[in-house]
């Protein structure tokens, strides 16, 4: 196998057993023999299950970023398009921890926390750099760092709710409740100036 291959290999491998299992769950010698290859060459593609993990978040991120922030959306004024874009971008993290982490994981371990915030940056950083290629938008500096505070805002919101919520009907509920009492009034001071 050639290495694009066997990387991608691993990564498919990695992919399937941290969604059905968890990321805490799954050892990199099962991802070794999903991968059909051995344990070792693992090693010579990534540092760490950790690194797999990040880089298919960080494949699967960007993907979805590009894919919100630059899909054809009906008219609308500024504060509906980022409600709507604000909204996709909280599923999409919570999508990220429940498939790819597993809630367990991250309430548990320690290394989690610093991972799920250099992720949360990562997506941060992309998110305001996909903001800044939409026509339209204002893209001056102070109106770039409200809508920082505005992604921020909503990142700790939604965490704090995905990692006290019991059941996926409390999430439900906290991201209705987010949406329609405490997204709006973020969205409103990011675009006031």
Known sequence: MEADKIKESIKRAAQELFRKFGYHKTSVNEIAK???????????????????LHVLLMEYIKASVDDLVHS?????????????????TCRLSYTVCNEFIGWDFIRESA????????????????????????????????????????????????????FTSVSDSDVRKNFVSFQKEILPYLVKAAITV
């Open 34 to 52: 999903k991968a059909k290859i051995a344990k070792a060459t693992i090693y010579k593609y990534f540092n760490s299950k950790e690194e797999i």
């Open 111 to 162: 290394n989690s926390q610093d991972f799920l915030k250099n992720l949360s940056n990562e997506l941060e950083d992309m998110l305001v750099a996909s903001f800044m290629q939409l026509s339209g938008l204002r893209k001056h500096e102070t109106y770039m760092q409200r809508l920082r505070f505005l992604i921020k805002c909503s990142k700790s919101i939604v965490f704090s709710f995905a």
């Open 72 to 88: 054809d959306v009906p008219e609308m004024d500024e504060e509906a398009h980022l409600n709507i874009l604000i909204m996709k």
